[in-house]
């Protein structure tokens, strides 16, 4: 797996608070910090019997404006390549800075509060196919 975190905004178009909130990576959860417009991207790609199959995410961080309040946009994307192509699964979701702990586990973790706003699907032997 593979982690980056980068920022997206220079130091002077960053003001507010950091987002602190917990994602569930290789199975357990990680505590995630981001400054205003930082964001994180990781990637997995692992073999299976057929081809090979990968996630990959990126987590955005978009300050307080001063007429709304914070916000994080998610990009998820599954897939992989078996004998058929390439079949990948993207959707898109988002979370208000005030709902980033307003999922609770059964264990009383507060998570993110994710959205989806949006999905797609891109089937490589299906659009060979003409569909």
Known sequence: MTIQTRNYLPDTMRPGLNARFWLDL???????TLRPGQYIEYH??????EGYRFHTERISYEP?????????WRVRTVGGRDCDGLIENTTEMGC???QLHSFKDLQGMGWPNWKDLS?????????????
């Open 26 to 32: 290789n199975g357990g959860p990680v505590k995630v």
């Open 96 to 98: 208000p800075y005030s």
């Open 64 to 72: 307080a404006n001063g007429v709304s309040e914070g916000y994080l």
């Open 44 to 49: 997995l790609s692992e073999p299976d019997e």
């Open 119 to 131: 999905s797609s699907v891109y089937d490589e032997f299906a659009q060979s196919a003409g569909y």
